[in-house]
């Protein structure tokens, strides 16, 4: 559980004239050699160490602590381990944020971690509860991971820094389960590859993903699942969080990532391959190398993005992959040299209230993807970097590359220009004030309604007018011509049918309904927009 202090309140002003009697501390032990304190409260359960200022080896007196005491707090200052600190079940090794300090003082590949993973699933350890502790790995090529749990539950780590971190992580949660991460600085990592996470999710599949007692672990493939990382910042180095490592049937759940800060990251901001009910909200990211946030391998579903910002991409802001159920919301877009948001091989996505600006490339690219709706978008500025057959909103593949993009609605954007391209299905573009053009690159099944462009309403573009001529000749109009009668209009027509004004195919209609009579005032009722199969 957590330790008292972080459920201190201020007690109410009568009870402040008899405070209840504080229980004392007292010197448990001395160490001669180096004439420091080691303190304890009467009852055991909390112990205070002491910095020495020097470079010795801490580790056996921290380790001796966390198995003896719940709550093991450490002094201001340096403390040097040359071992790992393993930590048991119902303890809290607690120091004072951006005071205490504890760094590598050999090369060992870890700092601290749970002390069994003989249990599988999440039976390992529990209620181990981190705060206040800066991690420094120290300079020098040896990989480290600073704090690693596997097979846990309700683990927390807060307020802490981890840097210096060569090679591998600065947090490892492999196979943990309902957990935290708080208000943590990562920085000044030292990583070799993009694998190189600051916070890695891992599953327990084999020694490559937990190198530690490799002869007592159970290798059981579990993953995490209930994670909540927020309000913590990650700056120098190659991604922030994320995973690298895929089994099929074992993917992460329910990652809650909040609040967070990335900036100036070579590889990713948040990269993972394996892991479903994502939810990424209001996190910044500034100058990321590859991708602010991404997904790019392997099936999963129900990933959330929504009210981030992007600036300074020197690639891509958002790229999904292979996701079901895909929701890009209300993110604010500045400043990308690649796409602003890409999903490919999706299905059931829905892009929508976001704000992009300067995009040097495609602003949203939905590519071999099923069942989407981008809507409500605005984008501004760039395209320099667009090809021929690109757009401010791109649809599709201008190369046979299997199945195609299908059943697409592009409504309500604002933007220079869409292109729908030759290798997309049943493409309703409606309803959106486009400054330049729209491109329909031989799509088929392709519908476009009610655009404003370049100023100008689009033909057939639904005016109020009293025109009844070119009303009855609709019957003749081609594909897509549509026509809305004002209240003079539909009370002078009667029995006037507008039927089958396109067909797509021998299953699919669009077309006008009959006048009817309502209130004893006739209007034409209008099915628009649907497809019927």
Request: hydrophobic residues 30%; contains cysteine.
């Amino acid at each position: 559980p957590p330790p008292p202090f972080l459920m201190i309140r201020r007690p109410p002003r009568s009870t402040l004239a008899r405070p209840r009697r504080q229980r004392q501390m007292c010197i448990r032990d001395r160490d001669a050699t180096n004439n420091r304190a080691i303190w304890a409260d009467a009852s055991s359960s909390t112990i205070l160490l002491e910095s020495t200022g020097d470079t010795t080896d801490r580790t056996t007196e921290i380790q001796n602590s966390v198995n003896n005491a719940s709550y093991v707090y450490l002094g201001p200052g340096e403390f040097y381990i040359d071992s790992t600190v393993k930590m048991p079940s119902n303890t809290a090794l607690l120091g004072i944020p951006g005071a205490t300090k504890i760094i590598r003082g050999s090369t060992q590949d870890n700092l601290l971690r749970n002390n069994n993973t003989a249990s599988g699933l999440y039976s390992g350890n529990e209620n181990i509860f981190v705060q206040g502790i800066i991690f420094d790995a120290g300079a020098g090529a040896t990989s480290c991971t600073a704090v690693a749990f596997g097979h846990c539950s309700n683990i927390t780590v807060a307020d802490c820094g981890f840097t210096r971190i060569y090679d591998w992580h600065g947090i490892e949660y492999n196979a943990v389960t309902n957990s935290t991460i708080l208000n943590c600085k990562f920085y000044d990592f030292q990583g070799v590859d993009e694998d190189e996470e600051m916070i890695q999710l891992d599953n327990m599949g084999s020694t490559g993903r937990w190198p530690w007692d490799t002869g007592t672990t159970v290798y059981d493939s579990t993953p995490c699942r209930n994670i909540s990382i927020s309000n913590c910042s990650f700056q120098n180095g190659r991604t922030g969080i994320g995973s690298h490592s895929f089994e099929s049937g074992f993917l992460h759940e329910s990652i809650s990532i909040d609040g967070c800060t990335f900036d100036s990251l070579t590889s990713y901001g948040i990269r993972d391959v394996t892991g479903k009910l994502y939810t990424i909200s209001n996190c910044t990211f500034d100058t990321i190398g590859v991708v602010g946030i991404a997904h790019l391998e392997n099936a999963t579903n129900d990933w959330t993005v929504t009210g981030c910002t992007f600036s300074n991409m020197t690639s891509r802001a958002i790229q999904m992959a292979y996701v079901a159920g895909l929701s890009i919301s209300s993110n604010v877009i500045n400043s990308t040299v690649s796409h602003a948001i890409g999903f490919d091989y999706c299905d059931n996505s829905t892009i929508t209230n976001n704000s992009i600006t300067d995009c040097e490339d495609v602003a949203i690219y939905c590519f071999r993807s099923l069942h989407s709706t981008i809507s409500s978008n605005v984008v501004k500025g760039g395209g320099s970097n667009q090809g021929s057959t690109e757009a401010d909103i791109t649809i599709g593949s201008s190369v046979s590359v299997g199945s195609n993009t299908q059943d697409t609605i592009i409504t309500g954007n604002y933007c220079n220009d869409i292109n729908t391209r030759q290798y997309s299905t049943r493409t309703v573009v409606e309803n959106n004030i486009i400054t330049t053009s729209t491109t329909n690159t031989t799509s088929t099944e392709y519908r476009e309604l009610n655009n404003f462009i370049g100023g100008v309403w689009e033909v057939g573009s639904l005016p109020d007018h009293n025109d009844l001529n070119a009303v009855q000749s609709a019957t003749n109009a081609p594909a897509g011509e549509r026509y809305h009668l004002g209240q003079e209009q539909a009370e002078r027509v009667q029995n006037l049918t507008f039927e089958y004004i396109g067909v797509w195919n021998s299953a699919v209609t669009y077309g006008f309904g009959q006048v009817v009579l309502l209130n004893n005032r006739r209007y034409i009722s209008r099915v628009r927009n649907n497809f019927n199969n």
